[in-house]
Structure formats: structure tokens, C-alpha cells
């Protein structure tokens, strides 16, 4: 799976995937989305500027020109970096993609960014894809986060008590 850098061009592309693929009726197509815990945007198209302008790895893989799944890696250390918005569109879900695309951001962030380590953060109540990473080598860090609700008041949080559990597999 050859992943690529988005572009600008390609961030209202971007965003209706990831929109697509976490929130809504068109999100149940597949079986990783968040519909079921929050309603509100997942992101927006200044968002994803805001990660390119940052310098951060949003990576794309086409299929036939077409996006259809991305992946988002920040450096936290020289060592570590952190995965996010791993995304493959519901309508492909259940191929093996989401576990290609884990593989490829991993050899992305090791060969080409020298970290050693992945972390990612996944709901708490996400039992399925907690089951998912640690059969991919994840292994939880023991540590929670809570869900940001003062940074995030439009998510449309269906619970009060949603977190993180941190994970984190060695490179």
C-alpha cells in the first residue's frame, strides 16, 4: 500500500471521507466508526489545514485517483510518534485495508521518520477495534485519558464518561 502526503487540494476529499467514515448513518456501513458515542463533525476542512500547516504527516492512499483511506502521524518525541484519523472508507471496510494501512503508517513513521515507537489513543467503550490494535502488537500503557469536552462542546458526546485508553506498540 503506497501512501502519499495530502495536499490541499486534497483536504474537501479528505474530509467527507473521514465525515463518511466516523459519523452518521454512512459510518454504520462500516464497523470502526464513533457514530454510536458522538454525533457532532469529526473534523473540517480548516482542521486538516491546521495539520498541514503544522508540519504533521496527514497521508492519503488513492485508489484509482480516488482517496480512500488516510492515516495522521505527529511526532511527540524522537522516538515516538502518535497515529490518528486512521481511516478507510465504510463502503471497503472488512477487506483487510484498516490492517494494510495500520502496516503502512507504521513502516512510514520507522523507515521514513526514524520513531521506534506508535501511540494511539482509542474510546474506552471500543472494545472491538481495542481488540483489533492489541492484535496488531498493541499493548495498553495503563494510562486513560478523558474526552475533551471543553475543546470539543460540538461533538455531540452521547455519554458523560467517555476516555481513552493510550496504547502503544514498539517499531
Known amino acids: 500500500m503506497r501512501l502519499e502526503p495530502a495536499t490541499p487540494a486534497d483536504l474537501p476529499a479528505l474530509h467527507a471521507l473521514v ?7 454512512t459510518a454504520r456501513a462500516g464497523w470502526s466508526h464513533e ?15 491546521g495539520f498541514l500547516n503544522a508540519g504533521e504527516n496527514l497521508l492519503v492512499w488513492r485508489d484509482g485517483g480516488v482517496i480512500r483511506a488516510c492515516v495522521r ?21 472488512g477487506e483487510g485495508l484498516g490492517k494494510r494501512l495500520l502496516a503502512a503508517a507504521e513502516a512510514y513513521a520507522r523507515d521514513e521518520r526514524g520513531a521506534h515507537r506508535m501511540e494511539m489513543q482509542v474510546f474506552s467503550r471500543r472494545r472491538e477495534l481495542l ?10 500503557t495503563g494510562e486513560r ?19 481513552f485508553t493510550v496504547l502503544e506498540k514498539h517499531l
Open 73 to 93: 502521524l505527529v511526532r511527540l518525541s524522537d522516538e515516538l510518534m502518535y497515529l490518528g484519523m486512521l481511516t478507510v472508507d465504510p463502503a471497503l471496510q
Open 35 to 49: 457514530a454510536d458515542l458522538l454525533t457532532g463533525p469529526r473534523t473540517s476542512v480548516e482542521e486538516l489545514q
Open 145 to 163: 485519558r478523558p474526552f475533551p469536552y471543553e475543546q470539543w462542546p460540538d461533538a455531540g458526546a452521547q455519554f458523560e464518561d467517555l476516555e
Open 131 to 140: 481488540s483489533f490494535y492489541h492484535r496488531r502488537g498493541y499493548q495498553p
Open 19 to 25: 465525515e463518511r467514515a466516523y459519523r452518521g448513518e
